[in-house]
Structures are given as structure tokens and as C-alpha cells.
């Protein structure tokens, strides 16, 4: 079920340089040239791959498939974790208590989510305190999108619509993933995010559609702001992404960045024409040989800024982080020492902590 | 001093008349803590009318390496499955 | 605004029920808007989430209540109208409620505080002779339990947890006592409310509570600080500091374009 502590793991990091971008296409250094027997097992292991087989966490599996799954997942896991941070600046704010109730549950979901794939992570012995101190050490990578302010409650809907569309573009073949922890766990988040992007184009519907000037004004400023960033969402173009390759070959991903990328555009452009607003790319246009829109060249640039953490709120989200985990700490470290003084209630035989009042 | 929480694998049943399945882990310092985070974690939408947790160390897991000489000693047992006996179709209720 | 002599007598008038009904309302929203400022920023993941959950469930009830207040005002004023378009001294949440979270140690006994009442008092209500009330007190009173024996579970941990969490959830308790008066001290309105069975005299409330947290307090060894004298008065719209610049936050989009729709 669990390698447990036996099998911890110690991991190495992933070289700085890594495209780290699309949450289903982490890359990995090129696996090393297996010993002798290794290249046997390896053979085994991709022949289960390739007959669809789920990789379950105590089966042997290349130490490359591990690193890689461990890096993606917790990228993952972090991207839903730091992804609070910009939708969570509107919960105070929201301008209804229905508006208000949907942003706290799908804030919510988001921790959820992340849990869901901490989880993951720790079944290829990696534990969630590592993986946090990477994140607040800086050394761990997230979707670059949550380094972007939520400037105007229009952005709440523009996440909502965009980013959320996007992951799902990119979180659907991950349903399909080999490693059956982080599929399963998918499954689950696939089935929870439905509602998100639907509740992200239902603001942009009111606002767009039924609202005022101002508020018509504040969701295509949204748009402006957000469609770039969204795009970048899918990674690299795999011209230049040179993970892909073995990523697909072990069914982690099942689609390259562009692939994604189109398909998210192909969705969103129709999208976008029915509430009336206008996409900022003046070279989009559809193409009829190709039954795709053709857009304009993305300005990666940015992308690798905001990455070596040069986005706009790179400082702060991870700021945020620290300040939570820091602040928190004395109650974490209060929970445990009550719970070594009581021990029995680590294992629930004994009374709980408040238990006799709790009815 | 500690501050990191046991980790617990979580069992849901979804309605009553189901077994419970495993769902997923989560940490907590206590036994209840665990319920509770469980609950919070797991049955947002209803998923859930029964909760376990267990502490993910006291599970005994058994060995992908030793599924052969586990499982397969299983596999030649045909005489426990009733399509093994064939009865004259004029027999019926059997 | 009927003065507190005038509502001791006779039957319940539509502007009496209203403003009892915006006191349940309004402790519970504020307090949620309190915790949403929670969510993404708790000591560990599990708690953003069961933080998160509670919010849920005082937006759940505030939304109930101010619903049926409004049409109890019949003044065609909705839930968000209420919640939104209201100043301060209209606003007749308990004064406890809209404390800052401070750490999570004030949070909890905050919480604690109020989840005790809150658990009492909607006990009570689902007898209210006001059917509807009664009914949303049903509702709530299941997810108030659960609120308590969250933050009872927590106040437990703190208070017989480390040297540190010990003197901080001390502090917040010492801090926040003196807001627990005005739970617990009935007004005219309050006992207007009881004499006609449409909420339960706060004696009695009083009396439950305190034993709640009596027995709360012991297992987590902690000190009941002694009862403070300043009377607090949220619930007739006068607050502390704090309310003003919670609205201020909260109702700011809905200000600044009146008659909107988002």
C-alpha cells in the first residue's frame, strides 16, 4: 500500500535549469545507463507500461521514473497550494454571500487537491515535510500562473475560466497516468474541478454579459491579463521541451505541451466571442486548412522570468507560505506534545482530546 | 522539537450496505484529529457515512517480489469456482 | 428602532423578530468573514480545509436567516442587500464575533467561545415557537456541534499542549473573556423573545455554557478568568473597533457600484 519508512527515498534535486512549467510534463534528466540487471528489469517494467498496466507504489520501477514522478507530482501539489494564495485575496471581498460561499469552497478544493496529491507523493517515499521545505526553501518549482496579482474581482472569474480550464485540458490524460497513486488521485480532483471553471465563466457571463460598463470593463482587462499567462500554462513548445519524449514513453503524459495548448484555444476563442469580449492577440485568426486557430508567438521571455521568480508575485506567494508555516508552527508542535503526553490517542484507544464535551 | 504529524490512510464508507474503501492519507497529531481531518478532507461532497483511520506504519503491506509464490499457487485451483462442474442442463436449481 | 422599555410587553412586532433574527444572522457571518481570512494561511493544510468548512457553514446559516429577516422586515431588502448595504450600528452580531483572528490561539478560543453558545442556543431554538426559525436551527444546530467539537478538540491540544501553547491560549482567553457577558446577559429584546417561546431565556443558555466550557477549560488546563465588567453591546449595533473595517472590506465592490449584479 505504502513503501513505508523502510523504503524512504532520499531525492535529488532537479537541475535548475528544468522546464518545469506544465504540470504534466516535468521533466527529468536523462536516465542513467542501467547496471547489469537493471536494463532486464527496466525492459519488464516498460513492457507492463506498454500493456497499460498501473505501476502501484511497492512495485520496482527505474529510479528516473521515481525522481520524475516525485518532481511532477509535488510541482503539482505545490502549484494547488500556492494557487490558494491569489484567489484566496477575494474571499473577504467577494461581492455576494454566494459568490462568497462558491470562492471558499473551490479555495477549499484547492487544498483538498493538494493534499490529494501530497499524498501521492508519499507513496514513493517522499514525505510532505520535504517537500514543503523545497517549496519554502525556493528550490521546488510551481505553475507560474499563481506568480500573477488578482487585481479586480473579474480576475476570480478569469481563473476561474482560464486557469482552471487549462489545468483541466492538462489534468484529464493524467487520469490515464501509469503510476496508480497520482491517477487515482486525478480521478478525484478531475471529478471535484468540474464546477471551478464553470463557476469562473459564470462571473465573466455576469459581467460581460448582464453588467455594467465598469464591470464589462473590468472583465476584459481581466482577459488581458490572463490569456498569456494561461497559455504558458501548457509549458514550452516541444520543440524546445526535451522531457517530453520520455514522459509519453512512460505514460506520465499522454499529450505534448502544443497538442494541449491548441486544444485549450480551439475551446476557449468560441469561448470568449459569446460573452463579448476580445482576445489580446491580433494575429488570431482561424485557419481552415488546419481547422485550428492560428494565434501569435508567445513571449517566453516572460516565461523564463517569472520561473527564476520574477513575476510579479513570486516574492509574495512564497512569502505567504513561510509566514503560514512559520507562524504555525507552535501549533503543530503543541498537537504532537499533546499527543506524545496522551499517547493512547495516537491510536484512538484512549480518551481524545476534548472528547467528553464534544456532544 | 517535533512538529511533524503521523501520517494516516483514510477508509470511507460511501453508503451503508458498502465496505470501506481506501481513499487516501493525510497527517494528524491524534487519532481523532485524523477522524476529523478526514472528514474535512474526504466527505466535502458527501462521499462518505463511515470513516477508519489508521496509522500508515501499522499497515503490513505484502511484497510486489513475492506475488508469485503469494498468488499464483491460487491460479490452478479451478474446483473452487462452480463453472468447474458441469450438471445436465435438465438439472435444475443447482 | 423601538426602545429596549417598549419591547418587554405585548405581542412581537415584524421590526422586533427582524432584529432578533439579525443578531443569530450576523454573529454568524461575521464570524465566517473572520475565518475566510484563514483560508491559505493555517498552520497546516488540514486545518485551511476544516477552517474553511466552518466558514462554509456560518455562510450557510447567515444566508438562511438574513433571508427569512428580510422577508420577516417586508421591505423587499435580499440577503446580500442585508449583508452588504448595512453599516455598522446596523449590525447586531455579538461583539466577540468580529474580534481578529489574531494566532491561531485567539481563532480557537474565539471559536471555542462561540461555537459553546452557538450549540446551546440553537439547541434551544429548534422549540422556537417561530416555526421557520426553528427549522434553520435544526440545520444549524448539527453543524454547530461539529464547529465545537473542532475547536474544543483544539483548545484541549493548546492548552495542555506545549509551555508556549499553553501561555498563548491563556493570553487569548484572558483577552477575549470579557466579550462573553454580553452571550450570556439577556436584554429586553432577549427576553422579549423568550417570554413569547420564539428564543430560550439566556438563563438558561447561560448556565449550559458555562459548563461546557467549565469542563473544556479543566481538560485543557486552563484558567477561567474572572468575569470582567465592561458590558458589550454588538447585538444592539454597538461594536468594538474592529466591525467598521471588516464592512469595510467585505462590502466594498457592492459600494462602489450600487445596484449591481455579480
Known sequence: M???????????????????????????????????????????????????????????MPDAYRQTLIRQIAQHAHSEIIGMLPEGNWITRAPSLRRKAVLIAKVQDEGGHGMYLYSAAETLGVSRGELMAQLLAGRAKYSSIFNYPTLTWADIGAIGWLVDGAAIMNQIPLCRCSYGPYARAMVRICKEESFHQRQGYEIMLTLARSGTRAQREMAQDALDRWWWPSLMMFGPSDVESGHTAQSMRWRIKRFTNDELRQKFIDATVPQARFLGLSIPDPDLRWDEASQHYASGPIDWGEFQAVLKGEGP???????????????????????????????DHRTGTGPAPGYAQAS | MNEDWAL??????????????????????????????????????????????????????????????????????????????????????? | ?????????????????????????????????????????????????????????????????????????????????????????????????????????????????????????????????????????????????YHWRFSCGWLVRLGDGTEESRARVQAALDGLWRFTGELLTPDALDAHMASHGIAPPLALIRSRWEARLAAALEEATLRQPPPAYFPWHGKRGVHSEHLGHLLTEMQHLQRLHPGATW
Open chain 2, 8 to 94: 494516516y490512510e483514510v477508509f470511507i464508507r460511501a453508503r451503508s450496505g458498502l465496505e470501506h474503501k481506501h481513499v487516501g492519507s493525510l497527517h494528524a497529531a491524534d487519532a481523532r484529529m485524523a477522524l476529523e481531518h478526514a472528514r474535512d478532507t474526504y466527505t466535502r461532497r458527501q462521499e462518505g457515512v463511515s470513516i477508519w483511520v489508521v496509522r500508515s506504519i501499522d499497515i503490513l503491506a505484502s511484497d510486489p517480489e513475492e506475488a508469485g509464490e503469494l498468488f499464483e499457487p491460487a491460479r490452478d485451483k479451478v474446483y473452487r469456482h462452480p463453472t468447474f462442474y458441469s450438471i445436465p442442463e435438465e438439472v435444475k436449481n443447482i
Open chain 3, 1 to 145: 428602532m423601538s426602545s429596549a422599555a417598549e419591547c418587554t410587553a405585548g405581542a412581537v412586532s415584524a421590526e422586533e423578530r427582524f432584529r432578533y433574527l439579525l443578531r443569530l444572522a450576523d454573529t454568524s457571518l461575521v464570524l465566517g468573514q473572520r475565518l475566510g481570512e484563514w483560508v491559505g494561511h493555517a498552520p497546516a493544510l488540514e486545518e485551511d480545509l476544516a477552517l474553511a468548512n466552518i466558514a462554509l457553514d456560518l455562510f450557510g446559516q447567515a444566508r438562511l436567516l438574513l433571508a427569512y429577516a428580510g422577508q420577516v422586515e417586508g421591505r423587499g431588502r435580499d440577503e446580500d442587500q442585508l449583508a452588504f448595504r448595512r453599516d455598522a450600528p446596523e449590525f447586531f452580531n455579538v461583539t466577540l464575533a468580529e474580534q481578529p483572528n489574531g494566532d491561531f490561539g485567539q481563532t480557537i478560543v474565539r471559536q471555542a467561545l462561540l461555537d459553546a453558545w452557538q450549540v446551546e442556543l440553537y439547541h434551544s431554538l429548534i422549540g422556537s415557537t417561530d416555526e421557520q426559525l426553528a427549522n434553520i436551527a435544526a440545520k444549524a444546530m448539527k453543524e454547530c456541534r
Open chain 1, 313 to 343: 508575485c513570486n516574492r509574495e506567494r512564497l512569502a505567504a507560505r513561510r509566514a503560514a508555516h512559520e507562524s504555525g508552527r507552535w501549533v503543530r508542535e503543541a498537537a504532537a506534545a499533546y499527543a506524545d503526553k496522551h499517547s
Open chain 1, 2 to 60: 505504502r513503501p513505508g519508512l523502510k523504503f524512504l527515498y532520499h531525492i535529488r534535486l532537479g537541475s535548475v535549469h528544468m522546464y518545469t512549467q506544465a504540470l504534466d510534463s516535468c521533466g527529468t534528466e536523462p536516465p542513467s545507463v542501467a547496471p547489469a540487471g537493471e536494463a532486464e528489469r527496466e525492459r519488464q517494467f516498460q513492457e507492463r507500461i506498454d500493456r497499460d498496466e498501473k505501476i502501484e507504489p511497492k512495485d520496482w
